[in-house]
Every structure is written in structure tokens, then in C-alpha cells.
DNA sequence: CGATACATTGAACAAATTCAAAGCTGGTGG
DNA sequence: CCACCAGCTTTGAATTTGTTCAATGTATCG
């Protein structure tokens, strides 16, 4: 498969024992873009390290629309908190790129691991992220207008645009479309950024635009 | 004070020796209704025990209305997350009702204490409760509306409207007064619920509610 | 009992989404 | 190479969901 436990940052300074006994309940999957990892309300079975790829975590509304939560990437632990406490997946994951997995039947790691003083610490390590994301998540969904996600947005990925589409960038706003174009029209009018043919963004005054979402 | 470091739930199987380190670098304060902990931006120095009371979290809209995140009870581990990433306090605690906390000095606990795995857990598991939180808050406020807010919390928490005031559910549930009255008023007319001279309220339909929110 | 806070109701308002139509663009096949 | 077309983007109008404002009615607690 090309990789090896020794060289997963969370298990690289882990004892000859217990690599092996590691291996002996984990093994590697790939998978291709779009395809799920997990789906909203599942039952946890696996703890997931992602290895490689562009995973995305995402609810789903009563609407059917996606709402992003995170994109994560390499190397990320995944599905504490559902394996952790025996609840569904709080919401779903999947591939926007192809990647790889490493599946750690939980229960047995659980049993063999978790007097591991190492093993603790990555799992406090990732389980401050989450909190970290999430708190992020409910500041920019619950405090900050579209004006000022979008703001943010610029000043903190602005290289972003050359590369991916208003649509997608909607997408990880969480705004509509309509919204994001309404919005950068704005901006651009009020002359605080300018975005060229290939679609680069420039920002001629940053504290404007952090005035926005601060 | 009352209080004895061997009584708290999270160090009761910790040693003599430990206990005594523990309470070297620590302190109980008192608190009155309505005092703040801690407010939104504020750098952390301590971690905070709650032997008693209720903790308010909220975070403050640019328009100067609280968010409210969560209430918490005894006893809680709170600003874990600020305290180890070093971050400012992304939101604000004050005291409902008042009530004793245990102040650790948290540059000195990490030194001496994050070697004991029994520490370790207890900072998992408070870690683990927060992305809990956390994670329901998201799925209350952005996937939710406003009569499901509603139904979910006639059907978890019924009791209490015998307690306290619309007024105070409205802010828990982060709608204004006037749309939980518009809600209780159409579940009403629906014959869902009634709601006596007591503010108490009886479910009539237990299954309607539930669609309501899921 | 009376003052003060709380609840209810309707109307206006605000923010963003959805809908619809028209204008661009950029990747593909000829 | 370039013409085409599907998929974006843009723009305006209508809609949605909930808040805010204002007025009136009702509890509640010294």
C-alpha cells in the first residue's frame, strides 16, 4: 500500500510491540473523490486517520442542502467523538479529492491503548482541533454577517480564487452563490479588492476588510 | 471553604502526593449571581473547576445580544481549550446563580501533571463533552428552525416551564420572546401541548413534536 | 393594590435564499 | 483553432424566516 504505521505522525514514536499489535486491528483503504467516508447518523465502528487526500465533513439540512463544517487534510484523526462516546456520526464525510485511510477497529485500540500516555496526548491534541473547529464553525455561522464571512474569507485564503470557483467557495461560506457574487460586486465597487481575469483576487485595503469582520 | 481537593470528582483517585502539588497550585473562589468568569477575548491563565452553581457560556453579537452556547453544572472542567492552544477565550462565562470554582494555575498543571494518566482522561473526557456541545449547538442553530428549537426542547425539557420564565427559554433557545410565544401559541392551536395557570406544560402528542425536529 | 416586568399580537423591517432570466466562460470535439 | 454548449455568474424580483418595534394585555411580587 506504501505506507507504514512508523511513519503516521501520531504513531511515530510508538514501541516496535505496539506498532505490530497496532497493525494487527488497523489497515489502510484508499478511496476515490465523492466517495463517502461516513454518513450522518452511522453507527461508529472504525477511528479514522486520514493519510492523504482533501476530506470533507459537512450536515446535511432538512432541505437536503450540504452545510459545511471542515475540510480536513492529512494527517487528521477522525470519529473520536462518535467512537468515544457510541453515538451516530453528528454529521458526514466525504472525499472531494481520492485518499487514503487507516481504520482502527476502535474497540480493540480502546482496550490496548489507552493507558498509552503518547496515544492520550494525540487524542487530546485532536479533540482540541474539534473544539477549535467547531468553535470557529459557530462563530462564523452565528455571529458574523455573509458580508463578513466573505471578508474573512479574502483576507485569510485570498489564493484561493485563482484556483477554485465562486460555487465552491459559496459552498464552504455557506452562503449562496447569488449572495458571494452580490457580495465581492460590492466590494469590488467600493474599491477595497479587484479580482482579474484568472479569477486572482488583489486587496487593496486590508483593514477595511478586517473592519468587517471584527 | 468546604471544599477538599479529594472530594472533586476528577482528582478523587489521585495520590497524597499529587493532591498536595495539585493544591499548591490552586485556589477556590467564591462567586455571586450574575459575576463574570470570564469574558469573550480575555487571555487564559487558569483552569477553571465548577464545584457549584450554574456557568453560563455565550458568545456577544456585534450588536451587543448573548449567544447563548451552554449552561454548566458540577462539575465541569471549563477553558481547557483556550488554556492549551493558548488562544484568547473565544466566548464568555458568567455566573446564573452563584457558585465556587477551583482555580489551577495552568502553566504549572501542564509541568507537573500531564504525565498522570488519570489527569489525561479527565481532560479527554471533558475535551469530549465540549465537542458534544459544541456539535449540538451547530446542528440547534443552523440546521434547526425555530419551531424545531422549540419542539426539541418541550420534549427534553418540559419541566421546565414550571421553573422559569419564556422569557429565559427564548434565550436558551436564542429566539427572540416573540417567536417562542408565536410557537407555544400555533403548538397550542394544534392541540400538541397545552400549558396551565402554572406556566407548566402537558404534551398531548409526543410524536408530532418529535417530527417537528427530526 | 399597584408598579413593573413579562407575554401577546400585529405590522414593519432585515438578511439572506430562492427563483428566473440573461450574460459569460472555458473546456471539448470537430 | 474555434465554435459550441453546459455549467457558472450576475442581476433583479419575490419569498422566507425570524427580529424588531409598538401597543396592549396580563402576571407577579413587594
Excluded at 83 to 98: D, G, H, L, R, Y
Excluded at 102 to 112: A, M, S, T
Excluded at 116 to 145: A, G
Amino acid at each position: 500500500m506504501g505506507y507504514n504505521l512508523k511513519e503516521i505522525p501520531f504513531f511515530s514514536k510508538m514501541s516496535e510491540e505496539n506498532i505490530k499489535r497496532l497493525s494487527s486491528i488497523s489497515f489502510f483503504k484508499k478511496y476515490h473523490a465523492d466517495e463517502l467516508l461516513f454518513y450522518e447518523g452511522d453507527e461508529p465502528k472504525y477511528l479514522y486517520i486520514l493519510l492523504d487526500g482533501v476530506l470533507r465533513l459537512y450536515k446535511t439540512s432538512p432541505k437536503g442542502q450540504e452545510i459545511y463544517i471542515h475540510q480536513f487534510v492529512p494527517t487528521s484523526m477522525i470519529g473520536e467523538l462518535a467512537n468515544f462516546e457510541n453515538i451516530k456520526f453528528p454529521a458526514s464525510a466525504k472525499f472531494i479529492t481520492s485518499g487514503t485511510i487507516l481504520k482502527i477497529e476502535y474497540k480493540k485500540l480502546e482496550e490496548d491503548f489507552f493507558k498509552n500516555p503518547e496515544i492520550c496526548m494525540q487524542i487530546i491534541r485532536s479533540l482540541t482541533t474539534k473544539v477549535k473547529i467547531l468553535s470557529n464553525v459557530i462563530h462564523q455561522e452565528m455571529i458574523l454577517t455573509s458580508e463578513a464571512k466573505v471578508a474573512q474569507f479574502i483576507n485569510e485564503h485570498s489564493e484561493l480564487f485563482e484556483n477554485i470557483r465562486n460555487n465552491q467557495i459559496a459552498a464552504i461560506l455557506n452562503v449562496s452563490p447569488e449572495t458571494l457574487s452580490r457580495t465581492l460586486g460590492k466590494l469590488k465597487k467600493d474599491g477595497i479588492i479587484s479580482i482579474d481575469k484568472k479569477h486572482a483576487v488583489t486587496i487593496h485595503d486590508t483593514e477595511a476588510l478586517k473592519i468587517l469582520y471584527s
